[in-house]
C-alpha cells in the first residue's frame, strides 16, 4: 500500500448521499458519512498514519493492478494480475431512489478469482471525525461494530476477520479461480442495530440493480456527438456529486487536496456553490437531463427567496440576496478550521474544513444564477409568483450594488478589487431578468435594470479594455489577464466574432495558454494573498475550447479538448488543475471540470456539425448563430 498514491490513481463511487474514493490498489482513503460535507471516517488521503483505511488487495511478487468502470456505470472494477492468478475486486453503492436523507449508507465489496489462487488481505481502520473522534470495537464472527459519538459502522464477511490491535480489524482469504467473496462497510445511526449479514444471492441482486440503475439513467441522455463515453462519465460523476435530497451539487468529492504538493492552497470544495450549480444547468439540459437541472433550479429558488424574506441586516442595510456557497441542505453556516493533527496530502498543510469564503462579496453569482433560472424555459417552466419576488428584489439589490469591488470568482485572499468578470456576469444578471420579465410579464423595475444593463456595459468595455494588452482584462486600471472571461461569448455581452473579444482570446492565448492547457490567471502578476504557484486550471482549458468553437477555430478547438482529454485519469475522471508534469492537482473529481467537459464537447459538436465541407480548414461558417449560450 502506497503512503499517498497519487491523486489520479483513484475511482469515486457514491450513492448520491455520500462517496467515496478507492485507490488503484483497493484501498478506500476517502470516505465521509453520512453526507458529502461529514467529518471523514476514512481519510488516510489526508493523512496516512492518522486518517483511517479499508484495503481490500492481493499481496503478491510481481502483482499490478488495473482499474475501470463497468461501462456506463458507477461500479469500479480493480483487477490484481500476478504470476499465481487475477484477481478482481467490484466496488460500489447501492444507488439512492427515495430522495429521503438517511445515516445508513453502505459500501460493498465483493472480491472473486477469474484465474489461478490469489490470496486478498483486509484491513478495516476506521478514524470517524478525521480520527478525533474515539471509538470502540467490537468482533463477533463476521461482524465487526465501530461506535463513536454520534455515528456507529458496521463491517460483514466472510473474510475471516480477527482483531488488529484495540480498533482495528484484518483478515486474509485465499480465493481459486471461479470462488468468490464479499464484504461490506454500513455506516448508520449511533443506536441503529447491525443489518442482516447478506446472503451471495442478494449481493449479486444488489449489483445488478446498481448496474440498471446507472445504465437506465444514462440511456436518457440524448447526447449523439463525437465523444459519448467521456461526456457520459462527465455526466455520471456529476450525478455522483450531487446530493439526491436537495439537488444540490458539490464542487468536489474531497477537502485539502493541494494545488500544489507541500503547498497552502488547500480547500474544502464538499459544499454548492452558486456559481458550479448554476453552469451546470445548461450542460445537464444540454444532455436532456431535466429532472437534475430542474431540481438544482429549485433548490437555487428556495435558497433567493430565503433572503428575501429576511429583508433588512440588523443595522438596517439591505440583505444579500446570495451567499457564494451553502451546505448541500442549504445551510449557509461554513466556519472554517484547520485539521492540525493532520500532516496533509504529501506534507500539503493546512488541511482546512468548512470554507471561509463563503462570506465574501462576488458579484458574479447573480449572473450565474439568472442563468440558470433563465434556463426554465427550456423546462417549460415559469417563476411563481412567490419566486419572482425573490428574483425581482435581488435584481433591485444588484442595480445598487454591482459597481463595487469583490472578492471575484477565483475567491482570492488578496483583498478586493473591480473585476471585470463580476461586471460582466452582473451585465448577464440583468439582461436574462429583463428577458425573464418581459416573456413571461411579470412586474420588474425595467427602466431601472435596462439602465443598470447598459452602465455596466458601457464601464466594462471602456474601464475593463487594456490598450497595452488589446484586450479586456482581470480587473480595472490593470493588465493581468484572466480566463474566467472565456465565458464572455457564452454571456452574449459580445459576440463571439467581435473583434474586441477575438483580440482578447489572442491576448488570453498569449498569455495563459501553455500547450493547449490555459492558467486561470498569473497569481505573480495578480497576488491573490496565498504563497506558491498553481497548475493550469482544467475548467479554463475546456471553456478555451468552448470560446475556440464559439469564435470559428474550430481546427485548433478540437485539437485542444482532443489533447486535453489525454490528461484524465484512467478512469476518465479530472481533477482541478494539471500540473507541470501533467499530474492531477486539486480536489479530485471536480464537478466544474467536468461540466465544462460537457460544455466543450456539446459546443464543438455543432461546429463541426455545421462546417461547410468545402470551406476553409479553420473556419465555421454560419454556425454562430445556432451554438446555443
Known sequence: MKRYPLIAAHGLVGDLQTCALVSDEGVVDWFAAPRFDSPGVFSALLDHDRGGHFRLSVDAPGVTTKQLYYPDTALLVTRFLSPDGVGELIDWMPPDRTGRATDRHALLRVMRCTR???????????????????????????????????????????????????????????????????????????????????????VERALWD???????????????????????????????????????????????????????????????????????????????????????????????????????GAGGEAVRPLQIMYRVDGDPWLPEEVLADFEGYRGSAPVRVGNGAADQLQLDIYGEALYALAQG??????????GWRAVSGLLDWLATSWDRPDEGIWETRGGQRDFTFSRVMSWVAFDRGLRLAEEFGRPAALDTWR?????????????????????????????????????????????????????????????????????????????????????????????????????????????????????????????????PSGEQLG???????????????????????????????????????????
Open 587 to 629: 480536489n479530485f473529481p471536480q464537478a466544474f471540470t467536468h461540466l465544462s467537459l460537457i460544455m466543450a464537447a456539446t459546443t464543438l459538436d455543432e461546429a463541426l456539425d455545421a462546417r461547410a465541407p468545402a470551406g476553409p480548414p479553420d473556419r465555421v461558417q454560419g454556425h454562430v448563430r445556432r451554438i446555443r449560450p
Open 377 to 386: 424555459r427550456g423546462l417549460d417552466t415559469q417563476p411563481t409568483h412567490e
Open 451 to 579: 439602465t443598470a444593463r447598459d452602465a455596466i456595459y458601457a464601464q466594462v468595455m471602456r474601464r475593463g479594455w487594456s490598450e497595452r494588452r488589446g484586450a479586456l482584462v482581470q480587473y480595472y486600471g490593470g493588465d493581468v489577464l484572466d480566463a474566467s472571461l472565456l465565458l464572455l461569448p457564452r454571456s452574449g455581452l459580445l459576440s463571439p466574432t467581435d473583434p474586441a473579444w477575438l483580440s482578447t482570446l489572442d491576448a488570453i492565448e498569449r498569455a495563459l495558454v501553455q500547450d493547449s492547457l490555459v492558467h486561470r490567471y498569473d497569481p505573480g502578476a495578480s497576488p491573490d494573498g496565498l504563497r506558491g504557484a498553481e497548475g493550469t486550471f482544467s475548467l479554463c482549458t475546456f471553456l478555451y475550447v468552448d470560446a475556440l468553437a464559439r469564435a470559428g477555430r474550430v481546427r485548433q478547438a478540437r485539437f485542444t479538448f482532443e489533447k486535453m482529454l489525454t490528461y484524465a485519469n484512467h478512469v476518465g475522471l479530472f481533477a482541478e488543475e494539471i500540473g
Open 116 to 202: 489461478g489462487t490469489v490470496t486478498f488481505t483486509l484491513e478495516c481502520r476506521p478514524r470517524f471525525g478525521f480520527g478525533r473522534d474515539p471509538h470502540e470495537t467490537t468482533l463477533d464472527g463476521p461482524t465487526a461494530a465501530f461506535r463513536a459519538p454520534g455515528i456507529a459502522a458496521y463491517l460483514q464477511s466472510n473474510v475471516p476477520l480477527e482483531r488488529d490491535g484495540a480498533l482495528d480489524v484484518r483478515g486474509r482469504l485465499t480465493l481459486t479461480e471461479g470462488e468468490l467473496a464479499g464484504a461490506s462497510f454500513t455506516v448508520t445511526g449511533p443506536r441503529d442495530p447491525a443489518p442482516p449479514l447478506p446472503g451471495p444471492d442478494e
Open 210 to 312: 446498481a448496474v440498471d440503475f446507472w445504465q437506465g439513467w444514462v440511456r436518457t441522455a440524448r447526447y449523439r456527438g463525437r465523444w459519448p463515453d467521456m461526456v457520459h462519465r462527465s455526466a455520471i460523476t456529476l450525478k455522483l456529486l450531487t446530493y439526491l435530497p436537495t439537488g444540490a451539487p458539490i464542487a468536489a468529492a474531497s477537502l485539502g487536496l493541494p494545488e500544489l504538493v507541500g503547498g497552502e492552497r488547500n480547500w474544502d470544495y464538499r459544499y454548492t456553490w452558486i456559481r458550479d450549480g448554476s453552469l451546470a444547468v445548461r450542460a445537464l439540459l444540454d444532455l436532456g437531463f431535466v429532472d437534475e437541472a430542474a431540481a438544482f433550479t429549485d433548490w437555487l429558488t428556495d435558497r433567493v427567496k430565503e433572503r428575501e424574506r429576511r429583508g433588512t
